[in-house]
């Protein structure tokens, strides 16, 4: 018979005081007996992702839409390369693997189908009841909408993992008083450090912009100072991996400096005691001026590019018509969102439906929801 008590005790040996300990749990809302040889974060992990959800994200483009190639990255390999970078930070501090890969596995679950215009349109659709946020949605999939259980609707998750998810739903909220977990703000920070350089990555590669364009920018003249300083000069393919490669380790270098240090003050101290004290991990003043730049640069000149534009309004249009056909005949919804519709608002159950969709099966079902004038749409 295995002791799981042994897990316990290599957390002990292995993390620091302030990492999120297996024996400190809160449990799961639906109470279940303990695995033998799992903790209860790495069961979250594999729930995650064994989930459909989960499954669904490789048919998610993460930012471009339409046929621009498929080199881009979908919201799954976005997602594994979020768990990468997370669980390699959490490593080097000490902080519990686990409940950050199962964080980072869950973090864009709740994405709708066409990159960020179709979060945009689901939420001007669902003004009446309050908008729509990605965050938000991976709890109601998590907890209600998977069905994978017969004794419980959801996951059931434990409840840090979901109290982690439910902090990135109230950004606003968390951004004072208290801070989150530490492997919490690892996901958001290796999310952030992961989208920015892999969107340089797909945009160079679909002739967005220019390695040249982008050396205007201070973090990438300084990443590409240091792949042109290692491997000399290098044909651009090359260049342009190398230099997504250098953006990465620059920024996750430079966090693990600054939270070595924050952290040092609280050594014997536990995880309570950190959000209590509101420890926030950040990069140093120039990284983090360097990152702004490159992000407004980013939302101008590639998400807002001449080629991406009419691209985002007729996915825009297909999704708001869908959204609308199905709200004047609520009958088209498949049978387990009918039912329930009975005790939620049409306008959220609608938006559930759309956005559990990956941007190809929205496109089928738009077709038979305007095209077609009776019968039930497929279920995702």
Not at 303 to 331: G, W
Request: glycine fraction near 6%.
């Amino acid at each position: 018979m295995i002791d799981l008590r042994r897990y316990a005790d290599c957390e002990h040996l292995l993390l620091a005081s302030y990492a999120a300990h297996s024996r400190d749990t809160g449990g799961r809302v639906h109470s279940e007996p303990s695995h033998p040889y799992r903790g209860p974060f790495a069961r979250d992990r594999d729930r995650i992702l064994h989930s459909s959800a989960f499954r669904r994200l490789s048919g998610k483009m993460q930012v471009f839409t339409g046929e621009m190639g498929i080199y881009h990255r979908t919201r799954l390999t976005h997602t594994f390369e979020v768990a990468s970078v997370a669980r390699t930070m959490a490593r080097v501090l000490r902080l519990n693997e686990d409940l950050t890969e199962a964080l980072a596995l869950m973090h864009d679950i709740g994405h709708p189908p066409y990159g960020h215009c179709g979060e945009d349109i689901l939420s001007h659709c669902m003004q009446s009841v309050g908008g729509f946020s990605h965050n938000g949605f991976a709890l109601v999939i998590v907890e209600q909408l998977e069905q994978r259980y017969a004794s419980f609707p959801g996951l059931n998750l434990s409840r840090e993992t979901l109290a982690g998810q439910d902090v990135r739903a109230h950004k606003a909220e968390a951004a004072v008083g208290r801070s989150p977990m530490l492997e919490v703000q690892l996901v958001d920070a290796a999310d952030s450090i992961a989208y920015d350089a892999h969107d340089v990555d797909d945009a160079i590669q679909m002739g967005l912009l220019s390695i040249e364009e982008l050396s205007e920018l201070a973090v990438i003249r300084r990443a590409l100072e240091r792949t042109r300083g290692r491997h000399g000069l290098l044909p651009k393919s090359q260049l342009r991996q190398l230099l997504v490669h250098e953006l990465i380790d620059l920024q996750v270098s430079d966090l693990l400096e600054q939270a070595v240090e924050a952290l040092r003050p609280f050594e014997g101290h536990d995880t309570l005691s950190v959000s209590e004290a509101g420890l926030r991990l950040s990069h140093s003043d120039t990284v983090g001026r360097e990152r702004s730049e490159l992000e407004s640069f980013l939302f101008n000149a590639v998400y807002r590019h001449e080629r991406l534009i009419p691209v985002r309004k007729a996915a825009s249009d297909r999704l708001e018509n869908m959204f609308q056909a199905l709200l004047n005949t609520p009958s088209r919804l498949p049978l387990r969102f009918r039912q329930r519709a009975e005790s939620h608002p049409l306008e959220s159950v609608v938006g559930e439906y759309i956005a559990g969709m990956t941007d190809t099966f929205c496109d089928t079902q738009y077709r038979y929801a305007v095209e077609s004038s009776s019968g039930p749409l497929a279920d995702w």
